[in-house]
């Protein structure tokens, strides 16, 4: 049998490479040895699989194949030199010319970088025909030529200039360069290529970057982005940061051009096509990758071929072994022997040795497999870790699971089962619970209009991740982050389209990647929807969450039951802490508890979108930013995907989201929250639920987005509370998911065994017993958390995935992130709920190391604290639990003491306000009675008004019998006596008639009461009844009772 080295060596040698020249000038006896000892030993040993770049070697390893040049190798003139050395050539001036002329007239100017070594090859052999010399070694002198400056920034423009003015059909004639010339390098080239890894100023790049920027917005701009390719990462160096700077720099005149977020959107991808580009970073083939790979590499498939031949020798020497001669045996033993110098004769012999020398090449070769495709794992894991790390985690939890990509639903089910969710639209219903919920905002405050400034948009993005998985656009978060340029444009276009309600359909269009969650992997239901939303869209979203955040809580309008999307909070560890406390409390002093954990199916998919508007109106969000909620929930679609697949039904229209919220985008989680706050809000009003103490605050439920628990001191409660659930979910079209919901009754702190509870025809709750438990918030429980049985379970999750990540490929520096990222964090949820003693957690840190040094990640004598120092302090970078858990419980008390200390203002506050209140109340009975005798007062004052008015009749009615005396006296004094006297009878006639006219019930019944006239006026009345009386008398009389009147 011939072997690979055999076979070349019968072929022509290649003129090109210089080692091929080398080999010629060997004599012939050092060839034959080389010729003999290939056909003795395995030809292929140093042979690599074609998967990748091969790595720089370690010096003392094994010598590197002959088919791979080495690094850095000299451009070879054609011409040996003497004794058969090959002469390194020389680079001058004018040969570097002659490379940057055919550089720039194969890429149009250094603009096309597609496919132009070939194209450049043949320039240069047209105006060097005398340099012999690889495409691949012209480029890297491209390079060498850049990056170290061989020729000036003068010069190179002029060669630009000149070969762009040419039309690339001719190499020009060599000008005649001024000035004296640079010193030719002497030393080897690869000192060349290291001080090239020197940083490029970015005004060297500028014009490069100008020119691919054009060419880019010429050919992408009005591009649909579906069509559009996929951009790769940009690596994060400070020659790319650089260059990023300064084509920010280049696009302040586009983005005050742009006309709406379409166009704006595609400068951004046109920018990121341009920066890939100067940077070197190569394009993904969309072609190729969407193009099925082979089962077998070829490599691979030559190996086998040769192992399945040598097996066949082998199979027929054993026939010969057994006496078999026949011809047909024998043309496969003479193969078996080829080369080897035995004669026939000798074959019986040396069968034996030749059948053991074709198993060790078997062997051999098996063993290159193996250790090929062990580098093609290592490679392509390691590659896959560092651009995305939660594949690799779900790779491996898949593999637990037994999930193979064999097992998936039948796409047309997939595409049935999620149009019947999420396109068939449900309307809300508004009920009678409705009233309490509207009564409940109508303190509210409205919220005030929205501005989006460039300082907003700046603030989102500055916290999202640099290459997290972007939507169909494929435009990733750190080119908004980096091309600050497009900020103001950003904010201006957001106000607008906030202001019009309107967004361009490719910002509403997201792509769903279904995610196996457990059970049967062949059942759509048992999938999680992820959907991966355009970058732009998810940006203005996230500025309308914080926008809505404020408002939120500037009026406490989220329920302090509701832990989701609150910030600063602990999320679900303060709710597994409040229910800790509660079981608790109840074990210990024998109380009674009936709880009930409800889960919802597919919660986030079935909220009506009514709903969602009528939260929005309820809690007095903009008016302006409701109709463009509105609007932009028509335009929500979405295709299907499985990870690493196509897209499911591509040629189908998009699915419609007409029912649930859109996930993937920042506002929705907020939304959500919104949407099941009445919920809170009624079993608050309801004013049942558990009280911890006496007076104290009644917990009727706990709630983690859609994970809500029900709490009640009895069976009977816990029904009404459920029914309240029950109405509202129902209202607003959320179903029970009846198999992972659960009760359970304790009474004087032992758990009941019952039957269930039966809450309507279709729904009964199974009821958990003293051996059961329920998985909330990701920790088991019942009547509190079992926490021996928890430790245990955390243990063996811990050190299985510790495992998988110590048998992994990854390298080192890969294998502590992976322990930092993926190992530990199942540890980390636990501290501050679970009680962990010091040493159970020294001895899990012994462990740890043991497994570190069974898998040789750590020597028994090297430092044990060097593993947990920091990488970039030259330790290992491993994170310890000890420390982990003892920095939880110093932040847990930390918090605690703030609450306390802010109970504590509170209570003295709150003591000072029952002072004052006590102050107010004594005051306020002061001013009651002040009141009740200003009443009083009031009262006599009326009497007193009226008494005074009666006297004032009486006061007339004597003024006019005064004025009458007056008047009578007058005509008295007047008259002669004797007409005196008749007047005077006369006079007392008028008296007696007007007497007898005055009211009796006026006059006083005491005479002493009456007035000194009214006494005068009856002396008056005595004299003149009295004839006898005389004369002087009566009018002495009437001039007396004239002066006291008067």
Excluded at 341 to 359: A, T, W
Aim: aromatic fraction near 8%; glycine fraction near 6%; hydrophobic fraction near 35%.
């Amino acid at each position: 049998m011939l072997t690979r080295a055999r076979q070349r060596a019968h072929k022509n040698p290649s003129p090109d490479p210089p080692l091929s020249s080398a080999s010629q000038a060997q004599d012939p006896a050092q060839g034959s040895s080389l010729v003999s000892a290939s056909a003795s030993s395995s030809s292929d040993e140093y042979f690599s699989p074609p998967t990748s770049p091969t790595p720089v070697r370690r010096a003392g390893r094994r010598r590197p194949p002959t088919s791979l040049g080495a690094r850095g190798q000299p451009a070879s003139n054609g011409v040996p030199a003497s004794g058969g050395g090959v002469q390194r050539m020389r680079w001058t001036q004018s040969i570097n010319e002659n490379v940057m002329r055919a550089y720039y007239g194969a890429t149009e100017g250094g603009t096309n970088l597609t496919a132009y070594r070939v194209r450049m090859l043949s320039l240069f052999q047209a105006l060097e025909p005398a340099i012999n010399v690889s495409a691949q070694r012209l480029s890297d002198q491209v390079r060498v030529i850049l990056r170290n400056n061989r020729l000036s920034d003068t010069v190179l423009d002029r060669i630009r200039s000149e070969m762009c003015n040419s039309g690339f059909t001719s190499a020009p004639s060599q000008p005649v360069v001024e000035g004296p010339l640079p010193a030719t390098p002497q030393g080897p080239d690869h000192d060349d290529e290291d001080e090239g890894d020197m940083a490029i100023t970015t005004s060297k790049y500028s014009d490069q970057l100008r020119s691919a920027l054009g060419d880019a917005i010429r050919e992408y701009r009005n591009t649909p982005a579906e069509l559009r390719p996929r951009l790769p990462r940009l690596p994060m160096t400070k020659r790319n940061k650089d260059l990023v700077c300064t084509l920010d720099s280049l696009l302040a005149d586009y983005f005050e051009s742009s006309e709406d977020l379409e166009d704006t959107h595609s400068i951004l991808f046109c920018a990121a096509v341009a920066a890939c580009r100067v940077a070197g970073v190569t394009f993904e083939d969309t072609e190729r990758a969407t193009r099925p790979k082979a089962a077998t590499p070829a490599w691979q498939s030559r190996i086998e071929k040769r192992i399945n031949k040598t097996r066949v020798l082998i199979g027929k020497l054993y026939c010969f072994k057994e006496g078999n001669t026949r011809p047909r045996v024998m043309r496969f033993v003479g193969r078996a022997f080829l080369g080897t110098g035995i004669s026939p004769q000798e074959y019986p012999s040396h069968v034996v040795e030749r059948i053991d020398f074709l198993k060790q090449k078997v062997y051999a070769w098996a063993s290159r497999i193996r250790r090929y495709r062990r580098r093609v794992d290592r490679y392509y894991l390691n590659r896959m870790f560092q651009s995305d790390q939660r594949w690799v985690y779900r790779t491996w939890e898949r593999l637990d699971q037994g999930v193979s990509d064999g097992c998936r639903p039948d796409d047309d089910a997939t595409n049935i089962f999620w149009r019947n969710i999420w396109s068939v639209p449900v309307d809300h219903i508004e009920g009678d619970w409705m009233r309490e919920v509207r009564q409940a905002c109508e303190p509210l405050e409205a919220m005030g209009e929205i501005s989006i400034a460039s300082e907003d948009v700046a603030a989102a993005v500055r916290s999202v991740p640099n290459w997290k998985s972007p939507g169909p656009d494929g435009l990733h978060s750190f080119w908004l982050k980096w091309l600050r340029s497009s900020h103001d444009c950003l904010a201006s276009q957001f106000q607008s389209a906030l202001e019009s309600g309107s967004l361009p359909q490719f910002l509403t269009t997201g792509v769903t990647h279904l995610l196996h969650k457990s059970g049967s992997a062949t059942d759509p239901k048992n999938y999680r929807p992820i959907t991966c939303l355009p970058t732009v869209y998810k940006l203005l979203t996230s500025i309308l969450r914080d926008k809505i955040n404020s408002h939120i809580q500037n009026n406490s309008i989220l329920s302090v039951s509701q832990n989701g999307c609150r910030g600063g909070s602990r999320g679900t560890k303060e709710l597994l802490l409040i229910d800790m406390t509660i079981s608790q409390q109840v074990r210990r002093f024998r109380k009674s508890l009936s709880t009930c954990w409800i889960d919802y199916k597919k919660a986030y998919d079935s909220v009506p979108h009514t709903w969602l508007l009528r939260v929005l109106e309820l809690y007095k969000l903009d008016t302006t930013l409701c109709s463009f909620l509105r609007s932009c929930m028509g335009q929500w679609r979405t295709v299907l995907r499985y990870p690493g697949c196509r897209t499911i039904h591509s040629n189908d229209e998009p699915i419609r989201i007409e029912r649930g919220i859109f996930q993937g985008d920042s506002l929705s989680p907020l939304w959500f929250c919104l949407a099941l706050n009445p919920l809170s809000t009624l079993l608050e009003s309801s004013r049942l639920g558990y009280c911890l103490w006496r007076g104290g605050k009644v917990i009727s439920h706990l709630l983690y987005m859609d994970d809500l628990k029900l709490f009640a001191p009895s069976g009977s409660q816990l029904m009404e509370l459920l029914k309240v659930t029950e109405t509202f979910s129902n209202s607003i079209g959320m179903e029970f998911g009846v198999d992972k919901c659960a009760v359970m009754h304790v009474k004087r702190g032992e758990i009941m065994e019952s039957d269930g509870l039966q809450l309507s025809d279709s729904i009964n709750f199974r009821s958990l017993s003293a051996n059961e438990s329920y998985k909330y918030l990701g920790v088991s429980e019942a009547l509190g958390i079992n926490v021996t049985d928890m430790k245990q379970s955390l243990q063996e999750r811990f050190f299985g995935r510790l495992k998988k990540v110590l048998k992994s490929l990854l390298s080192g520096g890969n294998k502590v992130r992976a322990f930092n990222g993926w190992v530990m964090p199942v540890l980390m949820y636990s501290f501050g709920i679970l009680k962990w003693t010091q040493k159970e957690l020294d001895a899990l840190d012994r462990r740890v190391r043991v497994l570190l040094t069974a898998y040789r990640m750590h020597h028994p004598r090297s430092s044990v604290m060097r593993l947990y120092i920091p990488r970039r302090c030259g330790g290992r970078g491993f994170l310890n639990a000890k420390t982990l858990h003892n920095r939880e419980r110093e932040d847990s008390e930390e918090e605690i003491k703030k609450i306390v200390k802010k109970n504590t203002e509170l209570k003295s506050e709150l003591a000072k306000l029952n002072e004052h209140c006590l102050d107010v109340v004594s005051q306020r009975d002061n001013l009651l009675e002040i009141v009740t005798s200003f009443k009083e007062c009031c009262d006599e004052h009326e009497r007193a008004l009226s008494r005074i008015s009666e006297l004032d009749i009486e006061e007339h009615t004597h003024a006019a019998i005064l004025e009458l005396c007056t008047s009578n006296l007058e005509k008295i004094e007047s008259l002669s006596k004797e007409s005196t006297c008749n007047c005077l009878h006369t006079q007392e006639n008028e008296l007696a008639s007007a007497n007898t006219n005055i009211n009796p019930v006026s006059q006083p019944s005491n005479l002493s009461q009456c007035s000194p006239g009214f006494h005068n006026h009856n002396k008056l009345g005595d004299l003149f009844t009295h004839e006898d009386a005389p004369l002087d008398a009566k009018l002495s009389a009437c001039i007396s009772m004239r002066d006291a009147r008067a």
